[in-house]
Every structure is written in structure tokens, then in C-alpha cells.
């Protein structure tokens, strides 16, 4: 919902008439409106929850923590004498509603936590020692994703590229994609589109104008790539001047596209701090298609029916969205990576780009090989899976000599100091100075002086 039409809770009726409001859980903390006299908490509040196993995040419709009703409880009257009508009974308010909320990091994807921790150096972060503790299979197949993206080695230390991708304020996945689009010179519209991407999304669909709404997104489509419509949105945005009324004429939110543009300016100076270059590919779209591939090939779905994919990895069904570019395009591009899963009513795609199987043999080796017609690869993938098996044992023996010289180190370090710390000699006031002396002669003051 646009803000003009968010704004219009504040307002009064013009009649005085009084005035029902309804509000998701936003309106526990982050608002107050004045005037309220009476809530009606119907105890459910939906919950984002990340599934490791599948990669995807879940709208989950849970009940809400004695903290939640409380602060619920709070709305009413708060200018004034109210009432909170609690659709549940006191016993499920004392014996099975949670106290607190569940903490997010127990709840969410922590690829980028880890890329954090790691870069400040935390080398086991299974027993890191957190506040709240998230499961251990998040931390594991966040590590993984990282791995599989090459900002962690087989020792799970930074490499050169991680460090790189922890200077980037967002996932690791698109950190990936905006390095990638440096080596395929394409960087400038890889930047417009990670921007894009770390908004929530800029086109606006009102329940009483959806198909005009629709018909002005469909002018911006660009076959077979979502990401690729993204670009073209910001691009015509910027043809016409960053203007606001272009925006709400063809059903865009100016607000978020200007925050879209703040976004790029920050990434774009983090770019010129790290010295990599901002090169445009001008209409080269297959260029951009393959560096959207560098960062998301571990998310990637074959076609199955009309709109219907599965994931190659987790076997997973999977749904073009209908808003998609790439849903009633006439045909169904054969592999799409997508940037995430959401689960709503079925398990969307969102932001998907149609890709080349040979892209992803050649990006994500790590789980595709291109299988020839009446060609036997099986020969050359355990050749490869022998030589990764020794690469992992030199790369596990250089992290174990490099521990072992770094502690040879710092107890030679300490055996200097110890053996320094023993040979000084500690003056006491009052002794002499000079060996021939009494220990307990006091230095008399001489006459004259």
C-alpha cells in the first residue's frame, strides 16, 4: 500500500464517525495512532522462518508471545481510558503462548552473519558464543552456501574473494554477483540491479486498479529475466529525470526507487574503495544473464510443466510467480535460477532469470556437469572428484603446519619474555647503587650541603 493512502489512519472522519483500523504487528511498537479506545488481538501474527534443508523462507501464521499480547494490550487507551478483547482464553495466554518472541537469528538465513564473523577472524563459530544460539543446521549450511560460492576454503578460512564479498553491506549471493560482473564487464548495470533487489519491490497492484496496473508492468517486462525488467524499470525512471509522478502514473513506488538510488550511490562508492572498475555492457544481456548466474547457480530449477519447475538439488516443486516476466511468455525456458523462495500458498520463485546449462557447468562445477549424447563423463567426474579429494588434504596439512608454526611462535615469544623478566634486577629505595655498599646503610646527607 502506497504511503498517501497509509497516511489517511492518522486522519479523522469527517463526520466524526468512529473509525475501525486494521493492522498487521506493525502496529504493536513502531505506531501509535491517537484515539484508540479499544484493540481486538486475534493472538496469530505471521512470522518469516527460514528452512535450511530447502533454502526458503516461510510466511508461517503462528500465535503471538506474552510479550506480543501485552504490548497489544498497550495500544488501547493510550491517550485515554481502553479496552483489549483478547479472542483467546487466559489459560492459553499463561500455558502455551511462548514469553518472548523467537529471536530472528534463530529464524533466518545467517550466511551473511557467518561471512561477518569469519572476516573478524572467529575460526569455530559452532561454539561461538552467542546470546541466543541459533540451530546448528543454519550455521552449517550457511558455511556451505559460502563454500559453495568460494568465499570459504576446504579449511572453511576467508579466502581473497570472501573478503572481498564482507565488504559489501548485503548477501553473499549478490556480493558474488556484483564481483562477478567485474571479470564480464558489466558491472554498472549489475550494480542498478542489486539495488533493486535490496529494496522491497517498486511496483504497486491496487485491488481496485489490477489490471491497469498489470498492463503498465507488462510494458516494462524484459523476456527472460526478471532481473532484467529491474534494470529496465530504474533505467526509464532515470530517462525521465527521477521524476515522482512518472512513477505513480505507471504504478511504481517513488519512495523505494529513490531508496534504490541511495542503495547504488553507497554500493558504487564501496566499488571505486575497493578499486574495481564500473564498466557498462550497454544492451548485452547475456553478459548480465551469465553474472546473475556467478552468484545464484546454487539456486536453480529445470522445468517440469507450464509454470512448473523443480529444483535440481533438493527436488523441490517449484512456481513461477504471475507476476513474473517469464509467466505466459509462450514458451518455458528449460533452467532459471531465482533469488528466493517464498512460501505462500504454493512455493514461489521470486526474481527469476532463464539461464544456460552450460553456464551453470561452467559456474556451479561444484554440482553440475554437462552430460553429451553418447559421451561417458562418469570417468572425467571422478578424476575431478580425486583431484578435489587431494587438494582438500594439502589445503587441511598447510592449516595445520600454518596453526602449529603460529604456536611455536607465540611460546618462543613467551619463553624470551620470561627469561627477560628474570634476569632484571629490581632496585629497592635506599639500597646503594653501587656493589660495595651496605644493604642496610642509610645515605647520610653530607655537611655544607
Not at 58 to 73: C, D, F, G, K
Not at 228 to 236: G, K, P, Y
Not at 347 to 368: H, I, K, N, R
Request: charged fraction near 25%; include cysteine; charge should be positive.
Amino acid at each position: 500500500m502506497p504511503a498517501d493512502l497509509q497516511a489517511k489512519i492518522f486522519e479523522a472522519t469527517p463526520d466524526g464517525r468512529r473509525k475501525v483500523i486494521v493492522a498487521t504487528n506493525i502496529a504493536e511498537t513502531s505506531l501509535t495512532v491517537d484515539g484508540i479506545h479499544y484493540v481486538v488481538d486475534a493472538g496469530y501474527s505471521k512470522l518469516k522462518v527460514y528452512n535450511p534443508k530447502v533454502g526458503m523462507d516461510a510466511l508461517q501464521i503462528t500465535p503471538v508471545s506474552q510479550a506480543n499480547a501485552n504490548q497489544r494490550t498497550g495500544r488501547a487507551g493510550r491517550t485515554g481510558s481502553g479496552f483489549c478483547y483478547r479472542l483467546y482464553t487466559e489459560s492459553a495466554f499463561r500455558n502455551e503462548m511462548f514469553p518472548n518472541t523467537i529471536p530472528e537469528i534463530q529464524r533466518t538465513n545467517l550466511a551473511n552473519t557467518v561471512l561477518l564473523l569469519k572476516s573478524l577472524g572467529v575460526k569455530n563459530l559452532l561454539e561461538f558464543d552467542f546470546m541466543d544460539p541459533p540451530p546448528q543446521a543454519n550455521m552449517i549450511n550457511s558455511m556451505y552456501q559460502l563454500w559453495v560460492l568460494g568465499a570459504l576454503d576446504n579449511v572453511g578460512d576467508l579466502t581473497p574473494v570472501g573478503r572481498k564479498m564482507s565488504e559489501f553491506p548485503m548477501e553473499p549471493s549478490m556480493a558474488k554477483m556484483l564481483i562477478a560482473s567485474v571479470d564480464y564487464r558489466c558491472s554498472a548495470e549489475m550494480l542498478t540491479i542489486v539495488s533493486m533487489l535490496s529494496v522491497p519491490s517498486v511496483f504497486y497492484r491496487p485491488k481496485e486498479r489490477m489490471e491497469e496496473a498489470d498492463a503498465a508492468r507488462e510494458k516494462f517486462n524484459v523476456p527472460e529475466s526478471d532481473h532484467l525488467t529491474l534494470l529496465n524499470v530504474f533505467n526509464q525512471w532515470k530517462s525521465h529525470n527521477y521524476r515522482d509522478d512518472w512513477a505513480t502514473r505507471h504504478f511504481l513506488h517513488p519512495k523505494l526507487l529513490r531508496k534504490a538510488r541511495e542503495v547504488r550511490a553507497q554500493l558504487e562508492d564501496i566499488m571505486k574503495f575497493q578499486k574495481m572498475e564500473i564498466i557498462s555492457a550497454g544492451t548485452d544481456f547475456d553478459v548480465l544473464r551469465k553474472a546473475i548466474t556467478a552468484g545464484y547457480f546454487h539456486q536453480t530449477a529445470r522445468v517440469k510443466g507450464i509454470g512448473e519447475y523443480v529444483n535440481i538439488r533438493t527436488g523441490l516443486p517449484t512456481h513461477l510467480h504471475p507476476t513474473s516476466a517469464l509467466y505466459g511468455l509462450g514458451f518455458t525456458p528449460t533452467y532459471v535460477v531465482y533469488h528466493e523462495l517464498i512460501l505462500t500458498s504454493k512455493e514461489y520463485m521470486t526474481q527469476v532469470t532463464a539461464v544456460d546449462a552450460y553456464w551453470l557447468a561452467e559456474l556451479g562445477s561444484v554440482f553440475y556437469s554437462v552430460k553429451e549424447k553418447n559421451f561417458d563423463g562418469s570417468g572425467l567426474r571422478r578424476k575431478s572428484d580425486r583431484e578435489f579429494s587431494k587438494r582438500a588434504e594439502l589445503e587441511t596439512q598447510i592449516a595445520k603446519q600454518r596453526e602449529e608454526s603460529a604456536r611455536k611462535e607465540v611460546e618462543a615469544a613467551l619463553a624470551t619474555q620470561t627469561s627477560s623478566g628474570a634476569s632484571s634486577k629490581m632496585i629497592v629505595p635506599g639500597t646503594p647503587r653501587h656493589p660495595g655498599g651496605r644493604v642496610s646503610q642509610t645515605p647520610r646527607r653530607r655537611a655544607g650541603i
